[in-house]
T-cell receptor
Framework: DGGITQSPKYLFRKEGQNVTLSCEQNLNHDAMYWYRQDPGQGLRLIYYSQIVNDFQKGDIAEGYSVSREKKESFPLTVTSAQKNPTAFYLC?????????????FGPGTRLLVL | AQSVTQLDSQVPVFEEAPVELRCNYSSSVSVYLFWYVQYPNQGLQLLLKYLSGSTLVKGINGFEAEFNKSQTSFHLRKPSVHISDTAEYFCAVSDYGGSQGNLIFGKGTKLSVKP
C-alpha cells in the first residue's frame, strides 16, 4: 500500500535534548512538508521541500532542522533551542504541482517533554 | 498576509440533521481552496478542493462546498450527518498569484454528531 509513515507514534524529550522524527513516503512524491499542530491553533508549517537536497523554512522554523537526502525521506529534528516542543507533528507529501496539489498526511508523532 | 477564518470552533448537531461549517479567507488574489478532515489522533485526509470551474464542489462522504469569490467564502455542507462524521474539519487556502504559495490552514472546527 502506498502512503506515509511516521515514527515513533509517541516521543519523549528530556531537557536540552535533540530528538528526530522520522517521515517516509512511498508515493513517489517530490514535495514533503512538516507541520506542527497545537490544540485550537490549526496546522502551522515548519519546513517544506520541493526536491531532494533543497528545503525552505515555513512560518515557525526556529528551533527545528530538516534534511532531504532521499526523495522518500524527510526527517525533522527538534533541537534544544525549541523551548516549547510539546505538540502533534504531522508530515505530508504531494506531487510536483506545488501547493495546489492535494497533500497526503501521515498519522503523526506526538512529542512530549519530560 | 493571507489568513483563513473558521467561524465556529465547535459545532454540535444531531444525527441526520444538516450541517454547515463556515470558512472565510482573506486573500485578494486567485486561490485554491481545500477542506480536510482529521479523526482523533490521526493525520488529515482531503475531503474536497476547489481549483477552478464550477463553484459547487462535491467531495467524499457526501460533503460539498461552495466557492463564493465575492464573499471570500468556502463553506462546507452536508445534508444529513452520521455519527461517523464526528471529527475536526480544517479549511485551507493557497494562492497561486502570490509570492509564497504556502498552504494556510484555519484553526479547525470540531463537529460533534449526537445520536
Amino acid at each position: 500500500d502506498g502512503g506515509i509513515t511516521q515514527s515513533p507514534k509517541y516521543l519523549f524529550r528530556k531537557e536540552g535534548q535533540n530528538v528526530t522524527l522520522s517521515c517516509e513516503q512511498n508515493l513517489n512524491h517530490d514535495a514533503m512538508y512538516w507541520y506542527r499542530q497545537d490544540p485550537g491553533q490549526g496546522l502551522r508549517l515548519i519546513y517544506y521541500s520541493q526536491i531532494v537536497n533543497d528545503f525552505q523554512k515555513g512560518d515557525i522554523a526556529e528551533g527545528y532542522s530538516v534534511s532531504r537526502e532521499k526523495k522518500e525521506s524527510f526527517p525533522l529534528t527538534v533541537t534544544s533551542a525549541q523551548k516549547n516542543p510539546t505538540a502533534f507533528y504531522l508530515c505530508a507529501s504531494s506531487g510536483r504541482g506545488g501547493f495546489q496539489e492535494t497533500q497526503y498526511f501521515g498519522p503523526g508523532t506526538r512529542l512530549l517533554v519530560l | 498576509a493571507q489568513s483563513v477564518t473558521q467561524l465556529d470552533s465547535q459545532v454540535p448537531v444531531f444525527e441526520e440533521a444538516p450541517v454547515e461549517l463556515r470558512c472565510n479567507y482573506s486573500s485578494s488574489v486567485s486561490v485554491y481552496l481545500f477542506w480536510y478532515v482529521q479523526y482523533p489522533n490521526q493525520g488529515l485526509q482531503l475531503l474536497l478542493k476547489y481549483l477552478s470551474g464550477s463553484t459547487l464542489v462535491k467531495g467524499i462522504n457526501g460533503f460539498e462546498a461552495e466557492f463564493n469569490k465575492s464573499q471570500t467564502s468556502f463553506h462546507l455542507r452536508k445534508p444529513s450527518v452520521h455519527i461517523s462524521d464526528t471529527a475536526e474539519y480544517f479549511c485551507a487556502v493557497s494562492d497561486y498569484g502570490g509570492s509564497q504559495g504556502n498552504l494556510i490552514f484555519g484553526k479547525g472546527t470540531k463537529l460533534s454528531v449526537k445520536p
